[in-house]
């Protein structure tokens, strides 16, 4: 196991730039979305963390009434890719180290910016969007019922075995 320590930052530019420079573990990581079915390469991937608002409808805790949050909301990793009959679908990737927590409504609101990037072209111009947790199994036990609320998820674990700064001990927890 590797002995070096890797950031969140460091574990996002690693994920990008495999997914975007190595089509097998581009493919790979595809094919446990609900892109599986999908043949596509990567196209676009960015790991700046894009942000904008995002609006998502919640109940007020106090009296039910649905409101509308506001709030400026990041995705760490987007990855686009483009299928042959020119469809561009999208990941928004939420990467998480062991000791993380999520902030109030973040898989929430991954869900509500994947639709409300759709079709910029700053974003990848893509047509259809699913959202990915990447994280510990040891994060994911512990904040399951948030966690579940993205589309798919992958462990550090199974992703470190195509990329090696994914099997560092601050990415496993250790």
């Given amino acids: 196991m590797s002995s070096q320590l890797h950031t969140e930052a460091v574990?996002?530019?690693?994920l990008a730039r495999a997914l975007f420079?190595?089509?097998r573990i581009a493919a790979w990581f595809l094919a446990h979305t609900l892109f599986a079915s999908e043949v596509a390469s990567c196209v676009f991937c960015?790991?700046?963390n894009p942000w904008s608002s995002v609006r998502l409808e919640v109940p007020n805790a106090v009296t039910g009434e649905v409101e509308m949050l506001v709030r400026q909301c990041e995705t760490d990793v987007l990855a686009v890719f483009a299928t042959r009959d020119g469809r561009r679908l999208a990941l928004h990737i939420e990467n998480k180290l062991a000791g993380g927590s999520f902030t109030p409504h973040q898989p929430e609101l991954y869900r509500a910016r994947k639709s409300q990037w759709k079709g910029r072209?700053?974003?990848?111009?893509?047509?259809?969007a699913t959202t990915v947790l990447i994280a510990?199994?040891?994060f994911y036990e512990r904040?399951?019922?948030s966690a579940e609320i993205f589309e798919s998820y992958l462990s550090h674990e199974e992703i470190s075995e195509y990329v090696p700064e994914?099997?560092?001990p601050s990415a496993m927890g250790i």
């Fill in 11 to 14: 574990l996002n530019e690693a």
């Fill in 21 to 23: 420079n190595e089509p």
């Fill in 46 to 48: 960015r790991c700046d």
């Fill in 121 to 128: 072209d700053k974003l990848g111009a893509y047509t259809d």
């Fill in 136 to 138: 510990p199994k040891e």
């Fill in 143 to 145: 904040l399951k019922d």
């Fill in 166 to 168: 994914f099997s560092a």
